[in-house]
């Protein structure tokens, strides 16, 4: 994912993205899903649910056939997003990008925090950001010697391709994931306009 696609995306949404945004995550990761569970995934109601699938149907980023799924065009440029359980309490969220993101992630990591936090609404939820630039893992302003409890807690993670991460104290299904488009979002955004 770059930068163009992620905006692209949002500004699509931009009217309902705290809740458009995690229902997207959600088709992203499960590829079909029907309604009623998508309204228990989120723990929303089938009413939300149903008004924000429409949305997205209107939108082209959510297809009808026999069963909702993703558009397979929004799924391929977008990418692949996952997160894992790394230890009681301690979630994983790995987003796969290309450069131009991975750049914004090194300059602008702590706006990129703040971006998520807004999101997320609770200022104890994220405890890292950082990213795979393909080589190794950077952890950008993270002390070197906090940086080695983290780098034990990523040691199995096999690290496909470039990616953005988040370390969660507080996860929450989809909604964090979305929280962290969000905020890549957000910082694209700020580029832009600093381009100006």
């Given at each position: 994912m770059?930068?163009?696609?992620?905006?692209?995306?949002?500004?699509?949404?931009?009217?309902?993205?705290?809740?458009?945004?995690?229902?997207?995550?959600?088709?992203?990761?499960?590829?079909?899903?029907?309604?009623?569970?998508?309204?228990?995934?989120?723990?929303?109601?089938?009413?939300?649910?149903?008004?924000?699938?429409?949305?997205?149907?209107?939108?082209?980023?959510?297809?009808?056939?026999?069963?909702?799924?993703?558009d397979p065009s929004i799924a391929s440029s977008i990418g692949e997003i996952s997160s894992i359980e790394l230890s009681s309490n301690r979630f994983l969220t790995i987003l796969y990008v290309?450069?131009?993101?991975?750049?914004?992630?090194?300059?602008?990591?702590v706006a990129?925090?703040?971006?998520?936090?807004?999101?997320?609404?609770?200022?104890?939820?994220?405890?890292?950001?950082?990213?795979?630039?393909g080589h190794v893992i950077v952890m950008p302003g993270v002390p070197s010697e906090y940086r080695s409890q983290y780098m034990k807690l990523l040691e199995n993670i096999s690290w496909r391709n470039k990616s953005v991460f988040i370390i969660w104290r507080k996860y929450r299904d989809y909604f964090s994931e979305a929280s962290l488009l969000y905020g890549l979002y957000r910082v694209c955004l700020e580029r832009i306009d600093r381009d100006k």
């Open positions: 770059n930068c163009k696609v992620l905006i692209e995306l949002v500004e699509r949404v931009k009217e309902c993205y705290d809740i458009a945004l995690p229902t997207i995550t959600l088709y992203l990761m499960e590829k079909c899903i029907g309604r009623v569970n998508v309204a228990k995934k989120l723990r929303v109601s089938e009413r939300t649910a149903r008004k924000t699938i429409s949305r997205l149907i209107e939108k082209r980023i959510l297809v009808k056939s026999y069963d909702t799924c993703i290309e450069d131009d993101i991975l750049e914004l992630v090194d300059k602008y990591t990129l925090r703040d971006y998520v936090l807004i999101m997320v609404k609770d200022p104890r939820a994220l405890e890292i950001i950082g990213y795979y630039d």
